[in-house]
Protein backbone atom coordinates (compact mmCIF):
# COMPACT_ATOMS: atom_id res chain seq x y z
CA UNK A 1 0.00 0.00 0.00
CA UNK A 2 2.36 2.17 1.28
CA UNK A 3 4.74 2.34 -1.80
CA UNK A 4 2.13 3.80 -3.57
CA UNK A 5 0.11 6.07 -1.89
CA UNK A 6 2.71 9.46 -1.37
CA UNK A 7 0.38 11.78 -0.31
CA UNK A 8 2.76 14.52 -0.34
CA UNK A 9 2.68 13.95 -3.92
CA UNK A 10 -0.77 14.94 -4.44
CA UNK A 11 0.19 19.12 -3.83
CA UNK A 12 3.74 19.30 -5.49
CA UNK A 13 4.94 17.23 -8.29
CA UNK A 14 7.08 13.99 -7.81
CA UNK A 15 10.79 13.76 -7.01
CA UNK A 16 10.93 11.07 -9.71
CA UNK A 17 10.12 13.25 -12.84
CA UNK A 18 12.44 13.92 -15.00
CA UNK A 19 12.65 17.33 -16.23
CA UNK A 20 8.81 18.33 -15.87
CA UNK A 21 7.24 18.98 -19.60
CA UNK A 22 4.04 19.39 -18.91
CA UNK A 23 3.03 21.28 -15.90
CA UNK A 24 -0.95 22.03 -14.46
CA UNK A 25 -0.69 24.25 -12.04
CA UNK A 26 -4.16 24.52 -10.07
CA UNK A 27 -6.26 24.76 -13.01
CA UNK A 28 -9.96 25.46 -12.36
CA UNK A 29 -12.22 25.06 -15.24
CA UNK A 30 -16.11 26.97 -14.62
CA UNK A 31 -19.03 26.75 -16.99
CA UNK A 32 -21.49 29.22 -16.79
CA UNK A 33 -24.75 27.89 -17.33
CA UNK A 34 -28.47 29.41 -16.51
CA UNK A 35 -28.56 27.74 -12.82
CA UNK A 36 -25.08 29.18 -12.09
CA UNK A 37 -21.33 28.54 -12.00
CA UNK A 38 -20.84 24.96 -12.44
CA UNK A 39 -17.49 23.73 -11.44
CA UNK A 40 -16.15 20.80 -14.01
CA UNK A 41 -12.31 20.78 -13.00
CA UNK A 42 -11.15 22.03 -9.65
CA UNK A 43 -7.51 23.49 -9.06
CA UNK A 44 -5.91 20.40 -10.26
CA UNK A 45 -2.17 20.06 -10.42
CA UNK A 46 -0.05 17.55 -12.05
CA UNK A 47 2.96 17.48 -13.85
CA UNK A 48 4.27 15.15 -16.87
CA UNK A 49 8.15 14.54 -17.40
CA UNK A 50 9.36 14.17 -20.91
CA UNK A 51 9.02 10.21 -21.80
CA UNK A 52 6.66 9.51 -19.12
CA UNK A 53 3.49 7.80 -19.53
CA UNK A 54 0.53 9.20 -17.00
CA UNK A 55 -3.00 8.62 -17.21
CA UNK A 56 -6.07 10.53 -15.79
CA UNK A 57 -8.49 8.47 -14.00
CA UNK A 58 -12.11 9.44 -12.88
CA UNK A 59 -15.83 8.07 -13.28
CA UNK A 60 -17.94 9.60 -15.68
CA UNK A 61 -18.71 13.48 -15.36
CA UNK A 62 -15.67 13.93 -13.45
CA UNK A 63 -14.62 16.45 -15.58
CA UNK A 64 -11.66 14.84 -17.03
CA UNK A 65 -12.67 15.28 -20.49
CA UNK A 66 -13.18 19.01 -19.73
CA UNK A 67 -9.52 18.59 -18.67
CA UNK A 68 -8.34 17.35 -22.24
CA UNK A 69 -9.63 19.97 -23.60
CA UNK A 70 -8.08 22.58 -21.55
CA UNK A 71 -4.83 21.20 -21.88
CA UNK A 72 -5.22 20.76 -25.83
CA UNK A 73 -6.31 24.29 -25.85
CA UNK A 74 -9.60 23.57 -26.90
CA UNK A 75 -11.36 25.39 -23.92
CA UNK A 76 -9.86 28.61 -21.71
CA UNK A 77 -8.86 27.86 -18.29
CA UNK A 78 -10.71 29.91 -15.60
CA UNK A 79 -8.32 29.46 -12.77
CA UNK A 80 -4.38 28.59 -12.98
CA UNK A 81 -1.64 27.98 -15.81
CA UNK A 82 -1.18 25.25 -17.94
CA UNK A 83 2.63 25.23 -19.27
CA UNK A 84 4.15 23.02 -22.20
CA UNK A 85 8.58 23.65 -21.85
CA UNK A 86 7.62 26.94 -19.67
CA UNK A 87 5.24 28.46 -22.51
CA UNK A 88 1.78 28.83 -20.67
CA UNK A 89 -0.90 27.34 -23.22
CA UNK A 90 -4.01 29.58 -24.61
CA UNK A 91 -4.90 27.54 -27.58
CA UNK A 92 -4.23 24.70 -29.94
CA UNK A 93 -0.19 24.26 -28.96
CA UNK A 94 1.95 23.02 -31.63
CA UNK A 95 4.11 20.68 -29.20
CA UNK A 96 0.18 19.05 -28.10
CA UNK A 97 -0.98 16.55 -30.52
CA UNK A 98 -4.96 15.14 -29.46
CA UNK A 99 -5.89 12.03 -29.95
CA UNK A 100 -9.89 12.01 -29.69
CA UNK A 101 -12.90 9.46 -28.47
CA UNK A 102 -14.74 9.52 -31.42
CA UNK A 103 -14.23 8.11 -34.89
CA UNK A 104 -12.34 11.39 -36.11
CA UNK A 105 -10.93 10.09 -39.53
CA UNK A 106 -11.73 12.13 -42.63
CA UNK A 107 -14.19 10.31 -44.25
CA UNK A 108 -12.76 11.61 -47.84
CA UNK A 109 -9.32 10.73 -47.15
CA UNK A 110 -7.48 7.82 -47.77
CA UNK A 111 -4.94 6.77 -44.76
CA UNK A 112 -2.12 8.39 -45.75
CA UNK A 113 -3.77 11.69 -47.14
CA UNK A 114 -5.52 11.77 -43.54
CA UNK A 115 -1.83 10.76 -41.97
CA UNK A 116 -0.41 13.47 -44.19
CA UNK A 117 -3.15 15.99 -42.98
CA UNK A 118 -1.46 17.60 -40.18
CA UNK A 119 1.73 17.95 -42.50
CA UNK A 120 -0.03 19.27 -45.46
CA UNK A 121 -1.21 22.26 -42.89
CA UNK A 122 2.20 22.85 -42.57
CA UNK A 123 2.99 23.29 -45.69
CA UNK A 124 5.61 20.47 -46.84
CA UNK A 125 6.01 19.72 -49.72
CA UNK A 126 4.21 16.64 -51.02
CA UNK A 127 6.78 13.94 -51.64
CA UNK A 128 8.45 14.70 -48.21
CA UNK A 129 4.91 15.01 -46.57
CA UNK A 130 3.75 11.56 -47.86
CA UNK A 131 6.88 10.10 -47.49
CA UNK A 132 6.89 10.81 -43.59
CA UNK A 133 3.21 9.92 -43.32
CA UNK A 134 3.97 6.51 -44.68
CA UNK A 135 6.52 6.41 -42.03
CA UNK A 136 3.59 7.22 -39.00
CA UNK A 137 1.15 4.05 -41.04
CA UNK A 138 3.88 1.35 -40.86
CA UNK A 139 4.40 2.65 -36.95
CA UNK A 140 0.98 1.95 -36.19
CA UNK A 141 1.00 -1.30 -38.26
CA UNK A 142 -1.16 -0.26 -41.41
CA UNK A 143 1.24 -0.79 -43.75
CA UNK A 144 -0.60 -1.87 -46.68
CA UNK A 145 -3.69 -0.12 -46.22
CA UNK A 146 -1.89 3.34 -47.02
CA UNK A 147 -4.87 3.96 -50.17
CA UNK A 148 -7.46 2.61 -48.24
CA UNK A 149 -10.25 4.55 -47.07
CA UNK A 150 -11.81 5.04 -43.41
CA UNK A 151 -14.92 3.22 -44.17
CA UNK A 152 -13.25 0.06 -45.81
CA UNK A 153 -11.61 -0.22 -42.26
CA UNK A 154 -12.51 -1.21 -38.59
CA UNK A 155 -12.82 1.12 -35.40
CA UNK A 156 -9.07 -0.06 -34.58
CA UNK A 157 -7.92 0.77 -37.63
CA UNK A 158 -9.39 3.89 -38.27
CA UNK A 159 -8.64 4.72 -34.66
CA UNK A 160 -4.94 3.48 -35.62
CA UNK A 161 -5.28 6.52 -38.29
CA UNK A 162 -5.80 8.71 -35.84
CA UNK A 163 -3.19 8.27 -33.62
CA UNK A 164 -0.87 7.82 -36.39
CA UNK A 165 -2.13 11.19 -37.92
CA UNK A 166 -1.36 13.14 -34.75
CA UNK A 167 2.46 11.30 -34.31
CA UNK A 168 2.78 12.52 -37.54
CA UNK A 169 2.85 16.52 -36.52
CA UNK A 170 6.18 14.83 -34.21
CA UNK A 171 4.15 16.23 -30.91
CA UNK A 172 6.08 16.26 -27.79
CA UNK A 173 3.13 15.11 -26.21
CA UNK A 174 0.51 12.88 -27.04
CA UNK A 175 -2.76 14.17 -25.35
CA UNK A 176 -5.63 10.80 -25.76
CA UNK A 177 -8.79 11.10 -24.67
CA UNK A 178 -10.45 7.69 -24.13
CA UNK A 179 -8.77 6.37 -27.31
CA UNK A 180 -10.04 3.16 -27.29
CA UNK A 181 -13.44 3.51 -25.50
CA UNK A 182 -15.30 2.63 -28.46
CA UNK A 183 -13.50 -0.72 -29.25
CA UNK A 184 -13.98 -4.07 -27.90
CA UNK A 185 -12.29 -5.67 -25.07
CA UNK A 186 -9.66 -7.79 -27.14
CA UNK A 187 -8.78 -5.02 -29.80
CA UNK A 188 -8.57 -2.54 -26.52
CA UNK A 189 -5.89 -4.65 -25.15
CA UNK A 190 -4.08 -5.31 -28.75
CA UNK A 191 -4.26 -1.42 -29.53
CA UNK A 192 -2.70 -0.82 -26.03
CA UNK A 193 0.17 -3.01 -26.72
CA UNK A 194 0.80 -1.46 -29.78
CA UNK A 195 0.81 2.62 -28.08
CA UNK A 196 3.28 1.00 -25.43
CA UNK A 197 5.71 -0.25 -28.33
CA UNK A 198 5.20 2.72 -29.78
CA UNK A 199 5.87 4.82 -26.50
CA UNK A 200 8.93 2.82 -26.14
CA UNK A 201 10.30 3.25 -29.70
CA UNK A 202 9.78 7.19 -29.65
CA UNK A 203 10.60 7.88 -26.59
CA UNK A 204 6.97 9.69 -26.20
CA UNK A 205 5.39 11.77 -23.33
CA UNK A 206 1.96 10.59 -23.13
CA UNK A 207 -1.17 12.14 -20.77
CA UNK A 208 -4.17 9.23 -21.44
CA UNK A 209 -7.26 10.27 -20.20
CA UNK A 210 -9.08 7.07 -19.59
CA UNK A 211 -12.00 5.31 -17.24
CA UNK A 212 -10.71 1.99 -17.62
CA UNK A 213 -8.68 0.95 -14.75
CA UNK A 214 -7.03 -2.02 -16.43
CA UNK A 215 -5.62 0.31 -19.46
CA UNK A 216 -4.57 2.80 -16.94
CA UNK A 217 -2.33 0.24 -14.90
CA UNK A 218 -0.93 -1.52 -17.68
CA UNK A 219 0.20 1.59 -19.49
CA UNK A 220 0.99 4.42 -17.15
CA UNK A 221 4.06 5.53 -14.61
CA UNK A 222 1.62 7.15 -12.93
CA UNK A 223 -2.35 7.18 -12.32
CA UNK A 224 -4.17 10.41 -11.52
CA UNK A 225 -7.30 9.26 -9.42
CA UNK A 226 -9.81 12.13 -10.09
CA UNK A 227 -12.92 12.65 -7.69
CA UNK A 228 -16.85 13.08 -8.77
CA UNK A 229 -17.73 16.78 -9.41
CA UNK A 230 -16.35 18.47 -8.89
CA UNK A 231 -13.03 17.03 -10.67
CA UNK A 232 -10.29 17.13 -7.89
CA UNK A 233 -7.73 15.23 -7.26
CA UNK A 234 -8.24 12.66 -5.39
CA UNK A 235 -4.61 10.85 -5.12
CA UNK A 236 -1.54 9.97 -7.71
CA UNK A 237 -0.54 6.76 -8.15
CA UNK A 238 2.59 5.22 -8.52
CA UNK A 239 2.36 2.23 -10.93
CA UNK A 240 6.29 0.72 -10.54
CA UNK A 241 5.71 -2.12 -12.98
CA UNK A 242 9.13 -3.05 -15.02
CA UNK A 243 8.84 -2.21 -18.69
CA UNK A 244 8.59 -2.89 -21.57
CA UNK A 245 5.27 -4.13 -20.75
CA UNK A 246 2.82 -6.19 -22.92
CA UNK A 247 -1.37 -7.12 -21.83
CA UNK A 248 0.40 -10.02 -20.78
CA UNK A 249 1.17 -9.19 -17.85
CA UNK A 250 -2.82 -8.68 -17.11
CA UNK A 251 -2.61 -11.66 -14.84
CA UNK A 252 -0.06 -10.90 -12.72
CA UNK A 253 -0.19 -10.76 -8.79
CA UNK A 254 1.45 -7.30 -9.16
CA UNK A 255 -0.41 -5.83 -11.55
CA UNK A 256 -4.09 -7.06 -9.40
CA UNK A 257 -2.65 -5.53 -6.39
CA UNK A 258 -2.11 -2.48 -8.28
CA UNK A 259 -5.89 -2.47 -10.53
CA UNK A 260 -7.44 -3.52 -6.90
CA UNK A 261 -5.69 -0.17 -5.49
CA UNK A 262 -6.90 1.95 -7.64
CA UNK A 263 -10.20 0.88 -7.86
CA UNK A 264 -10.58 1.10 -4.12
CA UNK A 265 -10.18 4.92 -4.47
CA UNK A 266 -12.21 4.97 -7.69
CA UNK A 267 -15.25 3.30 -6.00
CA UNK A 268 -16.26 5.56 -3.87
CA UNK A 269 -16.11 8.37 -6.39
CA UNK A 270 -18.25 6.15 -9.42
CA UNK A 271 -20.58 5.30 -6.67
CA UNK A 272 -21.35 9.11 -5.50
CA UNK A 273 -21.82 9.50 -9.19
CA UNK A 274 -23.74 6.62 -9.25
CA UNK A 275 -26.25 8.13 -6.96
CA UNK A 276 -26.30 11.32 -8.40
CA UNK A 277 -27.41 9.85 -11.73
CA UNK A 278 -29.93 7.84 -9.67
CA UNK A 279 -31.33 11.27 -7.84
CA UNK A 280 -31.23 13.31 -11.24
CA UNK A 281 -33.46 10.42 -13.15
CA UNK A 282 -36.15 10.42 -10.31
CA UNK B 1 -14.96 -19.82 -56.83
CA UNK B 2 -18.47 -21.23 -57.43
CA UNK B 3 -20.48 -19.85 -55.02
CA UNK B 4 -19.11 -16.43 -56.34
CA UNK B 5 -20.26 -17.37 -59.53
CA UNK B 6 -23.57 -18.28 -58.29
CA UNK B 7 -23.90 -15.41 -56.38
CA UNK B 8 -22.82 -12.75 -59.55
CA UNK B 9 -25.32 -14.28 -61.75
CA UNK B 10 -28.79 -13.75 -60.57
CA UNK B 11 -27.86 -10.00 -59.51
CA UNK B 12 -26.43 -9.62 -63.53
CA UNK B 13 -29.68 -10.65 -64.50
CA UNK B 14 -31.50 -9.01 -62.89
CA UNK B 15 -29.42 -5.95 -63.82
CA UNK B 16 -30.62 -6.75 -67.36
CA UNK B 17 -34.12 -7.30 -66.21
CA UNK B 18 -34.08 -3.56 -65.20
CA UNK B 19 -32.87 -2.59 -68.31
CA UNK B 20 -35.43 -4.44 -70.65
CA UNK B 21 -38.22 -2.82 -68.33
CA UNK B 22 -36.76 0.50 -69.13
CA UNK B 23 -36.68 -0.04 -72.80
CA UNK B 24 -39.89 -1.79 -72.36
CA UNK B 25 -41.38 1.59 -70.90
CA UNK B 26 -40.42 3.81 -73.47
CA UNK B 27 -41.28 1.57 -76.21
CA UNK B 28 -44.82 1.25 -74.93
CA UNK B 29 -45.30 4.80 -74.82
CA UNK B 30 -44.14 5.75 -78.47
CA UNK B 31 -46.45 3.05 -79.66
CA UNK B 32 -48.95 4.54 -77.38
CA UNK B 33 -48.46 7.87 -79.05
CA UNK B 34 -48.02 6.29 -82.24
CA UNK B 35 -51.35 4.54 -81.91
CA UNK B 36 -53.09 7.66 -80.33
CA UNK B 37 -52.05 9.48 -83.43
CA UNK B 38 -53.24 7.36 -85.75
CA UNK B 39 -56.79 7.05 -83.93
CA UNK B 40 -58.18 9.99 -85.44
CA UNK B 41 -59.25 10.72 -81.79
CA UNK B 42 -56.91 14.24 -81.57
CA UNK B 43 -56.15 16.31 -84.48
CA UNK B 44 -53.52 14.69 -86.11
CA UNK B 45 -51.48 18.33 -86.04
CA UNK B 46 -51.87 18.43 -82.40
CA UNK B 47 -50.50 14.78 -82.15
CA UNK B 48 -48.04 14.40 -84.66
CA UNK B 49 -47.06 10.73 -85.43
CA UNK B 50 -43.39 9.41 -84.91
CA UNK B 51 -42.15 9.86 -88.42
CA UNK B 52 -43.39 13.68 -88.56
CA UNK B 53 -41.75 14.07 -85.02
CA UNK B 54 -38.52 12.07 -86.67
CA UNK B 55 -38.34 14.44 -89.88
CA UNK B 56 -39.07 17.24 -87.66
CA UNK B 57 -36.16 16.19 -84.96
CA UNK B 58 -33.82 15.81 -88.28
CA UNK B 59 -34.92 19.66 -89.65
CA UNK B 60 -34.08 21.20 -86.49
CA UNK B 61 -30.55 19.42 -86.07
CA UNK B 62 -29.49 20.29 -89.41
CA UNK B 63 -30.51 23.59 -89.19
CA UNK B 64 -28.19 26.27 -87.96
CA UNK B 65 -30.88 28.65 -85.88
CA UNK B 66 -31.45 25.88 -83.44
CA UNK B 67 -27.68 25.79 -82.63
CA UNK B 68 -27.75 29.62 -82.27
CA UNK B 69 -29.96 29.59 -80.03
CA UNK B 70 -28.72 26.42 -78.24
CA UNK B 71 -25.36 28.89 -77.61
CA UNK B 72 -27.56 32.01 -76.63
CA UNK B 73 -29.69 29.63 -73.60
CA UNK B 74 -26.70 27.76 -72.62
CA UNK B 75 -24.42 30.96 -72.05
CA UNK B 76 -27.62 31.88 -69.68
CA UNK B 77 -28.13 29.09 -67.92
CA UNK B 78 -24.07 29.15 -67.58
CA UNK B 79 -23.98 32.43 -66.60
CA UNK B 80 -27.28 32.18 -64.26
CA UNK B 81 -25.61 29.32 -62.39
CA UNK B 82 -22.49 30.88 -61.87
CA UNK B 83 -24.00 34.30 -59.98
CA UNK B 84 -26.70 32.19 -58.18
CA UNK B 85 -24.60 29.49 -56.72
CA UNK B 86 -21.55 31.42 -56.09
CA UNK B 87 -24.18 33.96 -54.29
CA UNK B 88 -25.84 30.94 -53.03
CA UNK B 89 -22.76 29.77 -51.95
CA UNK B 90 -21.58 32.44 -49.92
CA UNK B 91 -24.79 33.47 -48.18
CA UNK B 92 -25.00 29.71 -47.27
CA UNK B 93 -22.06 30.03 -45.85
CA UNK B 94 -22.37 33.09 -43.49
CA UNK B 95 -25.88 31.05 -42.45
CA UNK B 96 -24.61 27.83 -41.53
CA UNK B 97 -21.48 29.25 -40.20
CA UNK B 98 -23.23 31.95 -37.47
CA UNK B 99 -25.90 30.92 -34.83
CA UNK B 100 -26.64 34.31 -35.00
CA UNK B 101 -27.36 34.72 -38.68
CA UNK B 102 -29.25 31.55 -39.44
CA UNK B 103 -31.56 32.75 -36.65
CA UNK B 104 -31.54 36.47 -38.18
CA UNK B 105 -32.19 35.19 -41.64
CA UNK B 106 -32.71 31.57 -42.62
CA UNK B 107 -36.40 32.14 -42.25
CA UNK B 108 -36.54 34.98 -45.42
CA UNK B 109 -34.91 32.30 -47.36
CA UNK B 110 -37.48 29.17 -46.33
CA UNK B 111 -40.46 31.64 -47.26
CA UNK B 112 -38.82 33.29 -50.44
CA UNK B 113 -37.34 30.24 -51.35
CA UNK B 114 -40.05 27.96 -53.00
CA UNK B 115 -42.06 31.47 -53.85
CA UNK B 116 -42.33 31.11 -57.87
CA UNK B 117 -39.52 33.59 -59.28
CA UNK B 118 -41.39 34.04 -62.58
CA UNK B 119 -43.57 36.71 -60.78
CA UNK B 120 -40.14 38.73 -60.66
CA UNK B 121 -40.01 38.66 -64.62
CA UNK B 122 -41.20 41.59 -65.18
CA UNK B 123 -38.90 43.59 -62.38
CA UNK B 124 -36.46 41.76 -64.18
CA UNK B 125 -36.97 43.02 -67.66
CA UNK B 126 -37.15 46.91 -66.14
CA UNK B 127 -33.51 46.52 -64.35
CA UNK B 128 -31.83 44.43 -67.37
CA UNK B 129 -33.64 44.95 -70.27
CA UNK B 130 -35.66 42.15 -72.82
CA UNK B 131 -32.09 40.63 -73.90
CA UNK B 132 -30.06 37.95 -72.23
CA UNK B 133 -29.71 40.01 -68.80
CA UNK B 134 -33.13 39.92 -67.79
CA UNK B 135 -32.91 35.54 -68.59
CA UNK B 136 -29.83 35.59 -66.69
CA UNK B 137 -30.96 37.22 -63.66
CA UNK B 138 -34.23 35.26 -63.47
CA UNK B 139 -32.21 31.72 -63.45
CA UNK B 140 -29.96 33.53 -60.85
CA UNK B 141 -32.85 34.22 -58.66
CA UNK B 142 -34.26 30.76 -59.29
CA UNK B 143 -30.96 29.63 -58.52
CA UNK B 144 -29.38 31.15 -55.22
CA UNK B 145 -32.02 29.81 -52.92
CA UNK B 146 -31.85 25.97 -53.21
CA UNK B 147 -28.04 26.14 -53.27
CA UNK B 148 -27.82 28.59 -49.74
CA UNK B 149 -30.32 26.70 -48.32
CA UNK B 150 -28.38 22.77 -49.30
CA UNK B 151 -25.21 25.00 -48.38
CA UNK B 152 -26.07 26.03 -45.05
CA UNK B 153 -27.83 22.73 -44.45
CA UNK B 154 -24.49 20.55 -45.37
CA UNK B 155 -22.71 23.31 -43.19
CA UNK B 156 -24.59 22.19 -39.85
CA UNK B 157 -24.52 18.98 -40.54
CA UNK B 158 -20.77 18.51 -40.80
CA UNK B 159 -19.39 16.31 -37.52
CA UNK B 160 -17.96 18.36 -34.64
CA UNK B 161 -15.49 15.91 -34.32
CA UNK B 162 -13.95 16.86 -37.56
CA UNK B 163 -14.25 21.05 -36.70
CA UNK B 164 -12.39 20.09 -33.60
CA UNK B 165 -9.26 17.55 -35.42
CA UNK B 166 -8.71 20.37 -37.48
CA UNK B 167 -8.37 23.27 -34.72
CA UNK B 168 -6.45 21.16 -32.78
CA UNK B 169 -3.50 20.66 -35.61
CA UNK B 170 -3.91 24.65 -35.68
CA UNK B 171 -5.43 25.06 -39.52
CA UNK B 172 -6.23 28.53 -40.42
CA UNK B 173 -9.19 30.14 -41.57
CA UNK B 174 -8.83 29.25 -44.91
CA UNK B 175 -7.05 25.86 -44.48
CA UNK B 176 -10.62 25.06 -42.06
CA UNK B 177 -13.25 26.34 -45.19
CA UNK B 178 -10.92 24.80 -48.11
CA UNK B 179 -9.56 21.05 -45.99
CA UNK B 180 -12.62 20.26 -43.77
CA UNK B 181 -15.67 22.54 -44.53
CA UNK B 182 -15.55 21.94 -47.78
CA UNK B 183 -14.97 18.24 -48.48
CA UNK B 184 -17.07 17.35 -45.32
CA UNK B 185 -20.14 19.04 -46.53
CA UNK B 186 -18.99 17.82 -50.64
CA UNK B 187 -22.44 15.87 -51.07
CA UNK B 188 -25.05 18.06 -49.96
CA UNK B 189 -22.91 21.08 -51.66
CA UNK B 190 -22.69 19.40 -55.22
CA UNK B 191 -26.51 18.21 -54.90
CA UNK B 192 -27.55 22.00 -54.13
CA UNK B 193 -25.79 22.42 -56.90
CA UNK B 194 -27.83 20.02 -59.08
CA UNK B 195 -30.92 21.21 -57.91
CA UNK B 196 -29.85 24.72 -58.52
CA UNK B 197 -29.14 24.28 -62.28
CA UNK B 198 -32.22 22.22 -62.40
CA UNK B 199 -34.27 25.48 -61.48
CA UNK B 200 -31.69 27.87 -63.39
CA UNK B 201 -32.33 26.06 -66.39
CA UNK B 202 -36.42 26.35 -65.79
CA UNK B 203 -35.97 29.82 -64.78
CA UNK B 204 -33.96 30.88 -67.85
CA UNK B 205 -36.20 28.81 -70.17
CA UNK B 206 -39.56 30.13 -68.54
CA UNK B 207 -37.94 33.88 -68.97
CA UNK B 208 -37.63 33.24 -72.55
CA UNK B 209 -40.90 31.57 -73.53
CA UNK B 210 -42.20 34.90 -71.99
CA UNK B 211 -40.82 37.51 -73.71
CA UNK B 212 -37.88 37.48 -76.40
CA UNK B 213 -36.26 36.72 -79.31
CA UNK B 214 -33.49 34.37 -79.33
CA UNK B 215 -33.20 31.58 -77.37
CA UNK B 216 -34.52 27.85 -76.80
CA UNK B 217 -37.44 28.98 -75.25
CA UNK B 218 -38.01 31.80 -77.62
CA UNK B 219 -37.79 28.92 -80.46
CA UNK B 220 -40.32 26.59 -78.76
CA UNK B 221 -43.31 29.60 -78.43
CA UNK B 222 -42.44 30.28 -82.31
CA UNK B 223 -42.81 26.90 -83.25
CA UNK B 224 -45.98 26.78 -81.32
CA UNK B 225 -47.41 30.51 -82.42
CA UNK B 226 -46.66 29.16 -86.40
CA UNK B 227 -48.20 25.88 -85.24
CA UNK B 228 -45.05 23.38 -86.17
CA UNK B 229 -46.09 20.71 -83.83
CA UNK B 230 -42.89 18.34 -85.29
CA UNK B 231 -40.92 21.15 -84.84
CA UNK B 232 -41.98 21.65 -81.39
CA UNK B 233 -41.83 18.02 -79.97
CA UNK B 234 -38.34 17.62 -81.56
CA UNK B 235 -37.47 20.83 -79.71
CA UNK B 236 -38.96 19.57 -76.58
CA UNK B 237 -36.87 16.58 -77.13
CA UNK B 238 -33.93 18.16 -77.57
CA UNK B 239 -34.31 20.33 -74.53
CA UNK B 240 -34.82 17.23 -72.37
CA UNK B 241 -31.93 15.54 -73.21
CA UNK B 242 -30.07 18.04 -72.60
CA UNK B 243 -31.43 18.62 -69.77
CA UNK B 244 -30.84 14.58 -68.42
CA UNK B 245 -27.47 14.62 -69.47
CA UNK B 246 -26.30 17.45 -67.56
CA UNK B 247 -27.94 16.05 -64.34
CA UNK B 248 -25.66 13.02 -64.60
CA UNK B 249 -23.29 14.68 -65.29
CA UNK B 250 -23.57 16.88 -62.11
CA UNK B 251 -24.81 13.18 -60.71
CA UNK B 252 -21.34 11.69 -60.84
CA UNK B 253 -19.60 14.25 -59.68
CA UNK B 254 -21.52 14.17 -56.78
CA UNK B 255 -20.76 10.41 -55.98
CA UNK B 256 -17.31 10.28 -57.31
CA UNK B 257 -13.89 10.43 -55.97
CA UNK B 258 -15.39 8.80 -52.77
CA UNK B 259 -16.13 5.05 -51.91
CA UNK B 260 -18.49 3.94 -49.64
Partial sequence: MNDMIRPEQIAQPPVTAPEPMLVIDHVTKRFETPDGPVVAVDNISLTVGRGEFVSIIGPSGCGKSTLFNLVGGLLSISDGTIRIDGEAINGPHKSIGMVFQEDATFPWRTVIDNVAFPLELQGMAKGERLERARHFVSLVGLHGFEKRYPAELSGGMRQRVSIARTLAAEPKLLLMDEPF?????QTRLLLGDKVLQIQQELNQTVLLITHNITEAVQLSDRVLIMTYRPGRTKRIALIELPRPRTSEMLSSDTFGRYVAEVWADLREEASRGMQDAERGSR | MAATGTLTIPQKSKMDAVLVLRIAIIASLLVFWQLLSMSGLLYEDVVPGLPQITAGLYRLLTTTEFYVNLKVTAG???AASLIGGLTGMIAGLSLGGSYFMERAFERYFYYLG???????????????????GSKVAMGAVSCFFPVALAVAAGMRRIPPILIRVGESFRANRWQMLTKVHLPAMREPVVNGFRLGFGVALIGVLLAETKLSNQGLGFLVIQNYQRFDMPGMYALLIAIFVIAVAVNAALGRLSRGGRRR
Fill in chain 2, 114 to 132: PTPKIIFFPLMIMWFGVGS
Fill in chain 1, 181 to 185: AALDE
Fill in chain 2, 76 to 78: EIL
